[in-house]
Structure formats: structure tokens, C-alpha cells
């Protein structure tokens, strides 16, 4: 199979609405962050706090492989149907990039997206040889499962937790969110000016 060629400009839909998860911890930890305030003690009391993590970060991953299992869907798939979300239409090679897999094997990973109906293929208006993947209704219908059993997951875990722990948790869990924004921005800006 040849490679595709990448000429063609990436189209970035409009970002999605903020996903489940993100509306579920504003509602459920932003209070007990603004409460916990200044009661957070120093760096120390934080990074013993991450280091107990470690218990929590197991049982949200076994949660979420026997999750995937259940929907015979792989990790690599799954990223790829995150990636497609994001940014709305793109070539097999832009997803394969971003993916870090080739192209043949991105190649494979879409047909069997394709079969399942989560993604499709589109001929472009503008030069017919050039192929386009977009997320199906039912792909974004996946993905709020995903996100949603995910969020109720990590609040079931989170929510016994005392409100200073829970606070504590909730400013690692926002500071990781916003660098991987910030990150994810960076990307798409250096992946536009190379493009």
C-alpha cells in the first residue's frame, strides 16, 4: 500500500465541548479546593500524597483495560479515535504521525475502525486521490462512554478521600490538565508551521 501523500492542509474543526470528565471535576472537587485553600502545608505533604498515587493510578488502569476488553477496542485505537475528535478531519498519514505507528499499520488500525463504524473514510473534493478520516456520531458516542466511565471511576475512588486529600488531588489533577493544553497546543502550532 502506498503512502499517502501529505500535502494537503490539515482541517481543524472547532474544538468539542469540553468532555464529561472535565464537568465532573469542577462539580465535584472545585469546592473542596477553593475550601482547602492555604490549609496545604508545603511541597512535601503533596508529593507524599502522589507517591500514595500509585494504588489509585493501578485501579484506574485495570478499570480501563477491562473496559477496552469489553469493547474489543485497543489502546492504539482508542487514541486514534481521541486524535480524530480533536481534530476533525485528517489524512491517514497526519494520524499516523501523531500516533507515532506508520502508515501501513495506521492503515490497518482505520479499516477496522471503518468496520465498526466509528470512523470514515472520505474522498476530497479537491484532489479525488486524497483520502480523509472523520469520527463517526457513533465514534463520538464511544468516546462518552469512555470519558464518562472514566470520570465516574476516578470520582468513586476520589470522593471517600477527606476534603484537604481531595483538594489535593484536585490541584494535581488541574495541573496536569492545563499542561497538557498547553502541550497539546504546542503541538498542533508546530505541527501547522512544519505542515
Known amino acids: 500500500m502506498a503512502a499517502e501523500p501529505r500535502s494537503a492542509p490539515r482541517r481543524l ?3 468539542p ?7 465532573r471535576f469542577e462539580a465535584d472537587l472545585s469546592a473542596p479546593v477553593l475550601a ?4 496545604i502545608q508545603n ?6 500524597r502522589v507517591a500514595m498515587g500509585r494504588a489509585l493510578w493501578r485501579e484506574l488502569v485495570i478499570g480501563f483495560a477491562s473496559q477496552l476488553g469489553e469493547m474489543r477496542l485497543g489502546f492504539t485505537q482508542l487514541a486514534a479515535l481521541y486524535v480524530l475528535a480533536d481534530s476533525g478531519t485528517m489524512t491517514i498519514g497526519d494520524l499516523a504521525e501523531v500516533i507515532n505507528r506508520s502508515p501501513s499499520a495506521t ?6 475502525l471503518v468496520r465498526r463504524r466509528l470512523v470514515e473514510r472520505r ?4 484532489d479525488r486521490r486524497q483520502r480523509s478520516l472523520q469520527l463517526t456520531q457513533r465514534g463520538q458516542a464511544l468516546l462518552r462512554v469512555v470519558d464518562r466511565a472514566r ?3 476516578f470520582l468513586s475512588a476520589v470522593r471517600p478521600m477527606p476534603t484537604a486529600e481531595r483538594a489535593l488531588i484536585a490541584m494535581g489533577v488541574a495541573a496536569l490538565a492545563t499542561h497538557a493544553i498547553s502541550r497539546r497546543g504546542r503541538l498542533i502550532k508546530s505541527s501547522r508551521e512544519s505542515g
Open 43 to 48: 511541597v512535601r505533604q503533596i508529593s507524599e
Open 17 to 23: 465541548p469540553r468532555r464529561t470528565i472535565a464537568r
Open 36 to 39: 482547602a485553600g492555604s490549609r
Open 151 to 153: 470520570a465516574d471511576q
Open 107 to 112: 492503515s490497518r488500525l482505520v479499516d477496522g
Open 123 to 126: 474522498t476530497e473534493p479537491e
Open 13 to 15: 474543526s472547532t474544538p
